[in-house]
């Protein structure tokens, strides 16, 4: 099942900061963020694993909350190059294949 | 640098024809994907193809069929295209064997319009 992503699109100035939750009815083992600008292709940016800690590079970090089965993606003082559709990839047990269920993305939309 | 390609970034089709649409990758990933996008529905699987001549089903298969000859190529096919088919498609790839940690590459995308 399709985790659930919110909010559905964001604008803010730069400088700010935002969070983007991915939320699944099922149990998860992990979850995969992708940012996707305008026009590209979908870009790794983190994997969270369950048990996991928090990870962030730059300014962008991410959670994972088993009890909750939800992870969240934190941008703090967005820049413009932010700007993109956000997408959560989870697993709900390992596999090798490495098949994914997207969410259905978060456009966020950094204006100076 | 890690490539996946896709053979057309624009095309257009009229309804009823057979559609082509080709991926490569140059990663000897094992795993490839297909993916439609479409507005507010995110990226939903249509295909994917865990080893050559290897296929599965993903979540919205109905009407495509997939083919993979050999590693690097993963083609999908619409059998007799129809306007509902309009989208933004998706190849992406992945290596096999280390579980959680490989990441998906994604191919740029073809915009399909039928007609």
């Known amino acids: 099942q399709q985790p659930v992503q919110s909010p559905q699109a964001v604008i803010l100035r730069e400088g700010e900061d935002a969070v983007i939750n991915c939320s699944s009815s099922?149990?998860?083992?992990?979850v995969h963020w992708y940012r996707q600008k305008h026009g590209e292709a979908p870009v790794f940016l983190m994997i969270?694993?369950?048990?996991?800690e928090q990870k962030g590079h730059d300014k962008i970090s991410a959670s994972f909350n088993e009890k909750k089965q939800q992870s969240s993606l934190y941008l703090t003082a967005s820049q413009l190059s932010y700007s993109g559709t956000y997408f959560c990839?989870?697993?709900?047990?390992?596999?090798?294949?490495?098949?994914?269920?997207f969410g259905q993305g978060t456009t966020l939309q950094v204006k100076p | 640098d890690v490539k996946v390609t896709q053979s057309s970034r624009y095309l257009v089709k009229r309804t009823g024809e057979k559609v082509f649409l080709e991926c490569v990758q140059d990663m000897d990933h094992e795993n490839m994907f297909w993916y439609r996008q479409d507005p507010g529905l995110g990226l939903r699987l249509i295909y994917f193809s865990y080893d050559v001549k290897m296929k599965e089903k993903g979540d919205i298969p109905e009407g495509y069929s997939v083919s993979r000859e050999k590693k690097e190529r993963f083609s999908l096919i619409l059998e007799s295209a129809s306007t509902n088919q309009t989208s933004m498609y998706l190849c992406a790839s992945t290596r096999s064997g280390t579980g959680v940690w490989e990441t998906q590459y994604f191919g740029p995308g073809t915009r399909l319009l039928v007609l």
């Open positions: 099922k149990a998860l083992y992990s």
């Open positions: 969270l694993l369950k048990g996991g």
């Open positions: 990839g989870t697993e709900n047990r390992p596999s090798n294949t490495g098949k994914l269920i």
